[in-house]
């Protein structure tokens, strides 16, 4: 278990070899700290923990399980030492910032949770409440649930991505000289969201890697589907190498493998082939490849998107070393690019190795903290500094508070929006159970007794979507996933932040500043620079009241 000390130092966790992500556990609890085993390991134990699964199932145990991929999200469950909740909003209250400092205005409903990305653009990209989708792309689990994200999105007016790898791994994509000329997922992906678009408030961004660069999908998504905003990946805070997927049929990996990707096993060899028919394993692995990116040619590529046609361009990275962090910030700048996203570890969507959720790449305090050092250098020097955006298992809207305000300069928040991709799939997930249930009259009583068991009752927002869009038909034009992820952003997130800064007396956006949060632990602040309270209230109270 995680300790911290007077100071800043830390007690380490035990090293685990059971996970629940992986199904595995051990014999007996208490573990050996030194490798997580069991003290006394015995022959006849029937229990699988980690060493013993991995015996019979090898690299399937680096993932989550199998069983439920297409069905599930994972993300990391390592306890990094700092996180958000390391850091309290400071309340507020003399005076207030964004609005008159009168009872009957300064009421919460009135603060403004509305933001822009892209603000040096000719035309900057507002959002109703201060968040992005982040690239959710081929795996199953995205695609089995898309309409109702991306209408949902659309409706709390955010950006929804559209992740990597999608017309790679549509059957129905076209390809002409290695070219994509027809995707109907793609097609499908971008429809979804414009179906329920206004107009002003978000847009629908297609995210594209390596793979997709060499097929041509920007180009494509610019020309065929009239989106506005390519993003560039260079990776993600869950894993540092390319995305992963899972086929369950063999004329599926054999499809992708004569598309260019890396199918694991290779389903062209005869044994492999023979082993999957006799069951010996039931999925194989698709692999993206890993991009190289160099200073000079990001610069080209962005100019060279913008020549094609695009209003937008953004760039998604992972967590990598502080200098990569430094490097990014450097080529962002010079390419000025609309809209930068870190993206630390801790998250997770669909399938990224387990070990490497857990033990690789900067936790998202961390990132942040090494951000804003490159900010601060970029301020000083008068350097272009993207509109940025942060990711990393946010699920909630203190933590989103906490990181905005901690972006402050002096000017107001450099990170202008939060982005999620676990928390709102997870709506959609949640409302299509729920409703399956309520259609076979298995929701559980204790909800039926709170709430009832009809979706226009226990979707609290329902009412209110249908009447803000007569022409469309709540449960068919209009998923009751995408009420729920609109009752997540807007109605939850939304009036939560609007409560928290009407807390801090910051009725907008641009007034948050450092100051408003202060660290708990002596390592929150050597790690962001965030006062501790302790220091916080040697330095004001003495100063109002010495002189007094």
Not at 402 to 423: F, H, Q, W
Request: aromatic share 8%.
């Amino acid at each position: 278990m995680t300790t911290f000390s007077k100071g800043s130092e830390i007690t380490l966790n035990t090293i685990e070899n059971s996970r629940s992500t992986t199904g595995t556990k051990t014999r007996v609890p208490d573990v050996s700290p030194v490798n997580g085993m069991c003290p006394i390991c015995v022959e006849d134990c029937n229990v699988l923990c980690e060493v013993g699964k991995s015996a019979f199932r090898g690299r399937e145990v680096l993932y989550p399980l199998p069983d439920y991929f297409g069905r599930s999200t994972a993300a990391s469950n390592k306890d990094f030492h700092i996180d958000w909740s390391h850091f309290q909003i400071m309340a507020e209250l003399i005076g207030a910032w964004g609005i008159d400092p009168t009872p009957d205005k300064a009421f919460f409903e009135n603060a403004d949770v509305t933001t822009a990305v892209a603000t040096r653009s000719k035309r900057p990209i507002k959002l109703k409440v201060p968040l992005v989708i982040a690239g959710l792309g081929s795996t199953a689990v995205a695609r089995r649930h898309w309409e109702a994200m991306a209408k949902g999105a659309a409706m709390s007016g955010v950006i929804q991505t559209v992740g990597e790898n999608v017309c790679g791994m549509d059957h129905e994509s076209v390809y002409t000289k290695g070219k994509i000329t027809r995707s109907p997922d793609l097609e499908f992906r971008v429809r979804s969201f414009k179906e329920m678009y206004d107009g002003e408030h978000g847009g629908i961004a297609v995210q594209t890697n390596v793979e997709d660069q060499r097929g041509g999908v920007d180009e494509y998504a610019l020309s065929k589907l009239e989106v506005d905003i390519i993003e560039r990946k260079w990776g993600q805070g869950a894993k540092a190498i390319g995305g992963e997927v899972r086929l369950t049929t063999l004329e599926r990996a054999l499809e992708l493998k004569k598309r260019g990707y890396l199918v694991l096993p290779d389903p062209e060899d005869k044994e492999v082939q023979e082993e999957f028919k006799a069951g010996v394993f039931k999925s194989f692995e698709r692999h993206s490849r890993v991009g190289f990116p160099e200073h000079v040619s990001f610069v080209e590529d962005v100019e060279n998107l913008r020549s094609m046609g695009a209003k937008y361009v953004f760039l998604k990275t992972g967590a990598y070393r502080p200098e990569v962090v430094a490097f990014t910030m450097k080529a962002a700048s010079e390419a000025k690019i609309d809209m930068l996203t870190f993206d630390g570890a801790g998250g997770g969507t669909g399938m990224s190795p387990v070990p490497m959720m857990n033990e690789m790449s900067t936790p998202t305090v961390h990132l942040q903290a090494q951000l804003m050092m490159c900010a601060r250098v970029m301020k000083e020097k008068g350097k272009f500094i993207p509109d940025l955006v942060m990711a990393g298992g946010f699920v909630n809207e203190t933590q989103m508070y906490k990181s905005m305000a901690m972006s402050d300069m002096g000017e107001g928040p450099l990170v202008k929006a939060i982005a999620m991709a676990r928390a709102p799939l997870l709506t959609v997930m949640k409302s299509a159970n729920y409703l399956k249930m309520a259609d076979t009259n298995c929701l559980p009583s204790s909800f039926t007794s709170a709430y009832g068991d009809d979706p226009r009752n226990f979707f609290i927002a329902a009412q209110e979507v249908e009447n803000r869009y007569p022409g469309k038909k709540l449960g068919t034009d209009i998923p009751y996933g995408a009420v729920g992820e609109y009752t997540y952003f807007v109605e939850r997130l939304g009036e939560g932040l609007k409560q928290l800064m009407a807390g801090s007396r910051k009725f907008t956006l641009a007034s948050l500043r450092r100051t408003d949060i202060a660290s708990l632990t002596p390592y929150a602040e050597k790690v962001t620079g965030i006062e501790t309270l302790e220091n916080m209230a040697e330095r004001v109270i003495m100063p109002m009241l010495e002189n007094w």
